[in-house]
T-cell receptor, first 111, second 118 residues
């Protein structure tokens, strides 16, 4: 079945450091891929998405490229801020619209 | 993006009582709504999928009689936790997909409801 695997957290970085959160997936067909962010005590917000191979999603300085050959969708940001501290979820959408989530990666950015 | 409103955001109830959570799409018609549950420090697990006007489809292991889902209109779905117990305490989140949404596009999420059963 479809699945998503993320790197384990928590990830602790200093402000302005480079961020990579790895995400790989297993899926039949051609899923869409997403990154969601959850700030403390809140619901999920869509951060970025990519719907086909080689697409790059980007938002708020975050980027991720849909790599079909490596079945990956790694999240990157060149310079993180304290306000980026949150839990990040990688997800894929199957044909029926269900979202299958990775286990989440907690990011903590220190000043 | 489209707006999905979930209410209440927090609720505390006594063991044995029932709690209803509402999920509304405010500016689009949601033909499909999804209900997820999130345990502390864990990922989201899909509980059920509901399509407007039909019975919900539950994921394996989810008790249909305990988690009642109603999707009576294109803008409202409700989740009722019946005879709640402390182990039902969790963060429940809904999401909705629009009528004209292409396949494989994103669903929009409500802000979540934190249920605490005491």
């Amino acid at each position: 079945g479809n699945s998503v695997t993320q790197m384990e957290g928590p990830v602790t970085l200093s402000e302005e450091a480079f961020l990579t959160i790895n995400c790989t997936y297993t899926a039949t067909g051609y899923p869409s891929l997403f990154w969601y962010v959850q700030y403390p005590g809140e619901g999920l917000q869509l951060l970025l998405k990519a719907t086909k191979a080689d697409d790059k999603g980007s938002n708020k300085g975050f980027e991720a490229t849909y790599r079909k050959e490596t079945t990956s969708f790694h999240l990157e940001k060149g310079s993180v801020q304290v306000s980026d501290s949150a839990v990040y979820f990688c997800a894929l959408s199957d044909q029926g619209g269900k979202l299958i989530f990775g286990q989440g990666t907690e990011l903590s950015v220190k000043p | 993006g489209a707006v999905v409103s979930q209410h209440p955001s927090r609720v505390i109830c006594k063991s044995g009582t029932s709690v209803k959570i509402e999920c509304r799409s405010l500016d689009f018609q949601a033909t499909t709504m999804f209900w997820y549950r999130q345990f502390p420090k864990q990922s989201l697990m899909l509980m059920a999928t509901s399509n407007e006007g039909s019975k919900a489809t539950y994921e394996q292991g989810v008790e249909k009689d305990k988690f009642l889902i109603n999707h009576a209109s294109l803008t409202l779905s409700t989740l009722t936790v019946t005879s709640a117990h402390p182990e039902d305490s969790s963060f429940y989140i809904c999401s909705a997909r629009g009528q004209m949404a292409l396949r494989n596009t994103e669903a929009f999420f409500g802000q979540g409801t934190r249920l605490t059963v005491v």
